[in-house]
């Protein structure tokens, strides 16, 4: 099953821009249809499994996850439920790409009846697993996947694979307006050399490049084994005026290596992306020395976690420090619920057949009770669900054609606070 790409014409529009998000519109309506309509019936029961991470280089992103789909059950069910009956879920554990856990966890979740999964968080993971899931009629639905190439290729038509969190493209555009606009012109990139690093670095050099600035070096490294001497070398040797690090939690080992050749956060302006904007304090679980960060910047797909959300996460899960993905993981259980409504059933290919319309277009609503109320009042109610994470609308690759993008600022304890939001299309 593939979908239609739409890359092409977004690239083109990015590299002809300046760089002002507006630039990267799409004419795409989202409102194609997922195929035609399914004849497999679920059981009854909608069935949400997770695969997200507890172990492994994004465990950071495991608790706030988590969080957000079990908050999202919790207003479902209080709600009504689905189809009349309360939603379940079921969890595992995503690991990475190391531990390679993700497959064994993903035959967990489909043998327990799982209509619908949401993760992984790495696209590495995802890709690893994406068939095994589509293949037993499960919706795969994650909440943090940035990588453009669930939109390319073999995703590039519809199927059920889904994600809330918008592609690298955008990621690569903002954070490269924000090293234009803080003057950056010859910048150097050190990213990991797998799905996500790989593509967002090249995303960002394409921007950078557009915009008249330089790319002193764009070092790929191993995933595994971390950058070599040579490449740590290279970024600072090449006397860049900023330094990005697309990373995981290998950052702890980058960093010091960096600080060591000259060229760490304090002798250059370096920015992070969602992959390693963590929290690095002394009582984080992967704390650098106190003032290693202050300054550094870092971006994150996704709507400010806020207000009522936030205090309802907390009770939740009270030992959260962090938000990250939470609402996209949040979002990705109620659009899910809200598709099963719309279809009347709560198998994967009915609510894969679904998920687009409840998305956009229709008449506007920003929780599941008033979403649910519209659907059960009519049938044939076309409803536009606005949620925490903000405008999800999905387009015919099954990803977000408008979303935001967070920029967020170290402190001295090396804690990063949140300075702008930034809405843009895709």
Do not use: W
């Amino acid at each position: 099953m593939k979908r239609n790409s739409h890359l092409v014409r977004i690239a083109a529009v990015a590299a002809a821009s300046t760089l002002v998000l507006a630039a990267c519109g799409s004419d795409d309506s989202g409102d194609t249809p997922k195929g035609d309509e399914p004849t497999t019936k679920g059981d009854g029961t909608l069935t949400i499994g997770t695969l997200l991470p507890e172990t492994g280089n994004l465990a950071f992103l495991g608790p706030p996850e988590f969080a957000g789909v079990d908050l999202a059950i919790k207003d479902i069910n209080e709600a009504g439920g689905v189809l009349g009956k309360d939603v379940v879920t079921v969890r595992g554990d995503s690991g990475d790409t190391d531990n390679a856990i993700a497959p064994a966890e993903s035959d967990k979740l489909i043998k327990a009846g799982s209509d619908v999964i949401v993760g992984a968080a790495s696209s590495g993971v995802s890709l690893t697993v994406i068939d095994k899931i589509m293949s037993a009629g499960v919706v795969m639905y994650s909440p943090a996947n940035t990588s453009t190439a669930f939109d390319e290729g073999d995703f590039a038509e519809p199927d059920l694979y889904f994600r809330d969190a918008p592609s690298d493209i955008l990621q690569g555009a903002v954070l490269s307006n924000l090293l234009v606009k803080d003057g950056r012109q010859n910048v150097a990139i050190l990213a990991r050399q797998d799905a996500y690093g790989q593509v967002l670095a090249a995303e960002v050099q394409k921007n950078l490049e557009a915009a008249g600035s330089t790319v002193a070096a764009n070092e790929l490294y191993d995933e595994k084994n971390g950058p070599s001497d040579t490449q740590i070398s290279a970024v600072a040797n090449a006397k860049p005026d900023a330094v990005v690090l697309i990373a995981f939690d290998e950052t702890t080992s980058i960093v010091p290596k960096l600080v060591k050749a000259g060229a760490g956060p304090q002798a250059i302006p370096t920015y992070f992306v969602d992959g390693n904007t963590a929290s690095y304090a002394a009582d984080s679980a992967t704390p650098l020395p106190a003032g290693t960060l202050e300054g550094t910047k870092g971006t994150i797909p996704g709507a400010e976690a806020k207000g009522d959300f936030k205090k309802n996460l907390l009770e939740v899960d009270p030992s959260l420090k962090t938000f990250t993905y939470s609402a996209e993981s949040y979002d990705a259980v109620v659009t899910s619920a809200l598709a099963a409504i719309a279809a009347g059933d709560d198998s994967g290919e009915s609510i894969a057949s679904k998920l687009p319309s409840v998305t956009e277009g229709g008449e506007k609503c920003t929780t599941f009770a008033d979403c649910a109320a519209l659907l059960r009042d009519d049938k044939n109610a076309d409803i536009d669900y606005d949620g925490v994470s903000g405008p999800i609308d999905l387009g015919p690759t099954g990803s977000p054609t408008a979303a935001s993008i967070g920029i967020y600022e170290y402190d001295a304890d090396n804690n990063y606070n949140a300075v702008e939001f930034i809405a843009g299309n895709i």
